[in-house]
């Protein structure tokens, strides 16, 4: 990172990767990328994110903090844990997610948010030009 101060508003999202049911905000500061994921109720990763990314199971590790809703997460070994609002979180690759209730869930994403709902065959350089 360089020696400027970067500030971007929560509405001034570089890209928008929209999908059934929710949305991923990306937000560019220098060389940071960090994320806002956006679920409605009745959302699931392996409904709505899979056909995009044309996995099985989310392969990104995340590392976030839920602003609000429910959200459950289950790993590829069956392990399965709730997120709530005030959570701190670290996801390993292979797992699936979904909303729980009927409250949207939020939270953000501090590390890996550009390979977040990344269409398999994007050009691994589209994501790091300005205005993306």
């Known amino acids: 990172m360089n020696d400027e101060i970067h500030i971007v508003s929560l509405g001034c999202a570089a890209d928008v990767r929209s999908f059934p049911h929710g949305r991923l905000e990306l937000y560019r500061m220098g060389d940071i990328e960090l994320g806002r994921a ?17 996995t099985a199971l989310c392969e990104v590790g995340h590392v976030g903090f839920v602003l609000t809703g429910k959200a459950a997460v289950r790993m590829a070994d069956g392990t399965e844990k709730v997120l709530m609002a005030g959570d701190f979180f670290v996801i390993p690759p292979g797992h699936d997610s979904w909303v729980l ?24 350089t589209d994501d790091c030009l300005p205005g993306n």
């Open 38 to 54: 956006v679920y409605e109720p009745g959302w699931r990763w392996s409904e709505h994110v899979a056909p995009t990314a044309r």
């Open 101 to 124: 209730g009927d409250q949207r869930y939020s939270s953000l994403h501090l590390t890996a948010a550009g390979a977040y709902a990344r269409p398999a065959d994007a050009d691994e």
